[in-house]
């Protein structure tokens, strides 16, 4: 992947005749309030009240001010650190051999039971070097020096998720001004258009500045370009914008900005890229500067018209797709920040109207941070207006980058995860170094977290270095990918090498526990929490996952005998990490250390209830989960909230699942709906749109579970689009908490049963095929 597919940044535009063929003015929504966001007043703060735009690679955080608008923007590639780096890059390889060092802390566990995370540390990890940050790539500021000092009544922000819009409108002397943004995929640039209903009413000038120093702008007829080259590493990176007017006149400056006065409208396109690909091991590609020219170019030629209607289609394609009410009323003539402020607990429509809301955010997000082309969801999706932002915007795999994508398969975005699945394939070269060289093992690894640079080792940060079990997670999502779509190209040629080398790695590194003859990981760290153990709970239903779908997959794919008996003869001796303690709690550790006092926000030993397989609700495991939930209680970061909605969903309990959710939007939700961690995580955001759905449908069980765990809260409703394992696209209607009528639609032909009220006995099963549509009511 070279940056500038599909996030070139560019900024461009048509005067002249092709301005005057694009005079068609914005046309009015027909979107419901219902996926509005709206403001009555400007942004003032980039983390709690800024709205986000997106195309997957480039995004942008709009204010609405009325006399300096303000674009803070990202290209999702422009990285410091890497190769290259100032500090040097080892991606976080041991920089001198260390023989014997991992079998001499496994041979402490064995004697001892656990060890202090800092000993550990002291001993496998090592200090992180040329690791590198996201960086902000500046903000375009539009200066309007005739608009109004401070908005007035008519004055109103909003970011419409039904149709990737955000707007911002407001009156002045009896003139009303309407402002437009949208991140376009296909064109791979940012959109943005200042009109009035007078004519000559709109005077701006454009401009970039940046909290870096280490670049240039310059501005050449309708063009503004700015280039430089990252101080830390040698990133090459540019932006160009090209303005766009009907009317008035254009004036160059000499430092870099363009004037507008007296048009009718202006409009202008953004694009930008850097040279990063992702290749190991230099992660170098071609220079930016004909791409985006390209890309910017291109934008001009089609016109304002064409870019927004070939937006909104593609767009609308995926957003689509789904439909969710649960008795929603939005009160008229109450903004999206004061919404959040009432909420209630869900007891009103207009509390259902901020879930439903919630729900459809999470989706829009996913789709305008991860498109193909572009790097996956970070920590915070796409968008940074830092050159040091928290836990450097990265991709930490011990749940956060994996969360990001909980909802993509289920809520009929499976497109989003083109990203991720490259992501994944590029670790891997990598990977099989760290795997070499640290375990001294075949297959491929990495560990707590990782950015673009292939960074597969470890750190020195005690409670957070160690998680070798991360690439097998993250061969989770590729299988999933799989049990939803059911394409056997795809499982052959993207899923199964990335899971038959991780599956390398861990039979080449479980060792037999004395304690008990089992096979475990060690040393295992439960993420961010405790001593180093053996055969920790997260780590083994991990390894025990990813066991069982490589021998599935191998079974489909006809893959060796040999190798299909080695998977087999590892799961009859593998500890399954599901063990009962003595108050009744599912451990979190092989030995029964959990304290029913701790309240940590991870919850890594429910693995296996979720995302994972293992634990079915009413089951003995099942019970000891919830011991374990009602322990850790109802409190935590926003993240960890969502990730409760999902467990308690799973557990069939659709009112503690409410409860999450519930303690998530009042406690864990910023004005502009970001998850807050906090700092901002939009993990969170992604996390609670997977529990909604969950509460609505389940299928990990190769079952499609109809309404599994509905809250009480939503005793009428429907949803139209989810989709479920087995390949299949749902529609349900509820009366009273009980579905009165399902449609399903199969994408495959095969076997399907259906789990729902509706039915005597409870399920019913039928061979589906492909195409054909079924109603059960």
């Known amino acids: 992947m070279k940056s500038a597919i599909g996030g070139a940044a560019a900024l461009a535009a048509g005067g002249g005749a092709l301005a005057d063929a694009e005079a068609a003015e914005e046309s009015p929504s027909d979107t419901s309030d219902e996926l509005l966001l709206w403001y009555a007043a400007p942004a003032t703060d980039w983390e709690r009240e800024a709205l986000p735009i997106g195309n997957g690679a480039l995004g942008a955080m709009v204010f609405g001010t009325l006399t300096r608008e303000r674009l803070q923007f990202n290209e999702k590639t422009l990285w410091t650190g890497g190769p290259g780096s100032k500090e040097g890059y080892d991606s976080g390889n041991w920089r001198a051999p260390r023989p014997g060092a991992l079998d001499a802390v496994r041979r402490e566990l064995d004697e001892k039971g656990r060890l202090d995370p800092a000993a550990v540390a002291a001993r496998l990890g090592q200090p992180r070097r040329g690791y590198g940050a996201h960086q902000t790539f500046g903000d375009l500021h539009i200066d309007v020096p005739d608009a109004p000092a401070a908005p007035g009544t008519a004055y109103r922000r909003s970011l419409d998720l039904d149709q990737g819009l955000a707007t911002v409108t407001y009156r002045h002397e009896r003139v009303r001004h309407h402002r437009e943004f949208f991140a376009s995929h296909p064109h791979g640039v940012i959109v943005g258009r200042l009109s009035a209903d007078h004519p000559a009413k709109v005077t701006c000038t454009l401009r970039h500045t940046s909290p870096r120093t280490d670049f240039t702008a310059r501005a050449d007829g309708d063009r503004i370009t700015v280039r430089g080259e990252l101080a830390d590493n040698a990133l090459k990176f540019e932006a160009q914008l090209r303005v766009g007017h009907q009317g008035g006149t254009r004036v160059t400056h000499d430092d870099g900005s363009i004037t507008v006065t007296g048009a009718d409208h202006v409009w202008f396109v953004l694009a930008a890229g850097t040279d990063y690909a992702d290749t190991y091991p230099h992660y170098r590609g071609e220079d930016p500067h004909a791409t985006v020219t390209r890309a910017v170019d291109k934008a001009i030629e089609a016109g304002h018209g064409a870019l927004r209607a070939r937006h909104l289609r593609d767009h609308r394609a995926l957003f689509g797709r789904v439909a969710l009410d649960i008795g929603q ?14 909420y209630g607990g869900g007891d009103g429509a207009a509390d259902r109207a901020l879930e439903a809301l919630f729900f459809q955010y999470g989706r829009y997000l996913l789709i305008a941070s991860s498109r193909a082309g572009s790097l996956p969801a970070n920590l915070q999706g796409l968008w940074n207006h830092s050159t040091n932002p928290p836990w450097s915007a990265d991709y930490h795999t011990n749940i956060n980058l994996q969360m990001n994508y909980w909802p993509a398969e289920a809520a009929n975005l499976a497109e989003t995860t083109a990203p991720y699945d490259r992501f994944v394939q590029a670790l891997r070269a990598p990977g099989r170094r760290t795997a070499e060289e640290m375990f001294a093992s075949r297959g491929w690894v990495v560990h707590n977290e990782t950015n673009p640079y292939g960074f597969t080792g470890v750190h020195d940060w005690s409670t957070a270095f160690w998680f070798p079990e991360a690439a097998a997670w993250l061969t989770a999502q590729l299988y999933e990918h799989y049990r939803f779509g059911g394409s056997t190209d795809y499982l052959r040629s993207t899923a199964y090498p990335a899971m038959k080398e991780a599956a390398l790695f861990w039979l080449d590194n479980l060792r037999t526990d004395p304690r008990d003859g089992t096979l475990v990981a060690t040393p295992s760290y439960s993420p961010e ?35 299909r008996a080695e998977l087999e003869k590892s799961l009859g001796t593998l500890d399954p990490g599901l063990r009962i303690g003595s108050w009744g709690q599912l451990q979190e550790w092989k030995a029964d250390m959990d304290d029913p006092a701790d309240q940590h926000r991870h919850l890594s030993h429910l693995y296996a209830l979720h995302p994972g397989r293992q634990i079915e609700a009413g089951s003995k495991w099942a019970e000891a989960a919830k011991v374990s939930l009602r322990a850790r209680g109802d409190g935590g970061t926003g993240w960890s909230k969502a990730w409760k909605i999902n467990f308690w969903a799973r557990l069939r309990d659709g009112d503690h699942a409410h409860q999450m959710l519930r303690e998530q939007l009042k406690s864990s939700t910023l004005p502009n709906l970001w998850d807050t961690h906090p700092p901002f995580q939009i993990d969170g955001n992604y996390g609670a749109t997977s529990g909604i759905v969950e509460m609505l449908l389940q299928s990990q069980h190769d079952v499609i579970d109809i309404l599994p765990a509905l809250p009480t809260h939503w005793p009428d409703g429907s949803v139209r689009g989810l989709r479920a394992r087995g390949g299949a696209t749902i529609d349900i209607t509820w009366r009273s908490g009980r579905a009165t009528r399902i449609a399903l639609k199969a994408s495959r032909t095969r076997e399907l049963t259906v789990r729902s009220t509706l039915f005597r006995g409870g399920t019913r099963t039928f061979r589906a095929r492909a195409g054909q549509r079924y109603v059960l009511d």
């Open 329 to 342: 009323t939005l009160p008229a003539d109450v903004p999206t920040d004061r919404l959040l402020k009432q």
């Open 529 to 563: 929490h405790g001593d180093f153990t053996a055969g920790g709970a997260m780590a083994q239903q991990i390894v025990h996952e990813l066991l069982t779908s490589t021998l599935e997959a191998a079974r489909v794919l006809g893959d060796s005998a040999d190798f």
